[in-house]
């Protein structure tokens, strides 16, 4: 599967469906659970990881939360 | 190292102080450690304790960078009444490799001081800071 990652190639040599969860493991993301997804130019919810599908050609940026405190 | 022209260094001060008391934030890109850019981001937290940036800007920046060829180099934020130094809290939630974290501290209203750090894991180096 051919896909965009933060703005290059990638290419994920799954057959199997493949959803945003599992992406970022294929993609060796650390802690994931502080990153947010767009898929296509839209925000995930974070309860949408697990059903939301990722296909050939699809756009997927990720980041991590960006805060803190004093 | 991180190199910032005057005009960005007086621009991050200015905004810490416009957001007093609450903290603000933002991002600077640039090339190799030296900024060129400055992005103030939204405190969604609108917290005088806390700060969390607004993901939509956080995706339109890295986009910007990219199409600019320049790379995010600096989270910024501000302490309104505590010294520049990272919270442990700040430390947690250095996510992002490879940038530096300022903090720019309010704490003497009058003498603003501003602190680079490098933050990895637990790991926190000061880095210092050139201004152009």
Redesign the interface.
Known sequence: MNLTV??KPATIDRKETLNITALLDELKVA?PE?V?V?LNGE?LERDNFESTVVRNGDTV?F???????? | MIKIPQNIYDDIIAHAKKGFPL?V?G?LGGLDGVVSEIYP?TNT?A?N?????D??E??TV??DL?AKGLEMSV?Y?S????PAR??E??IR????PNVSYIIVSLAEPNNPVLRSFKISGNQVEPEAVEIL
């Open positions: 933060n703005g802690q502080y947010t767009e925000i940026e980041l991590y939360f960006m805060g803190g405190g004093n | 903290e934030c991002i981001m937290d917290s304790e806390h700060f969390m940036m993901p939509r956080q995706f890295v986009k990219r989270i934020h302490h309104p009444e505590t990272p919270s809290e700040d939630l250095a996510l992002t």
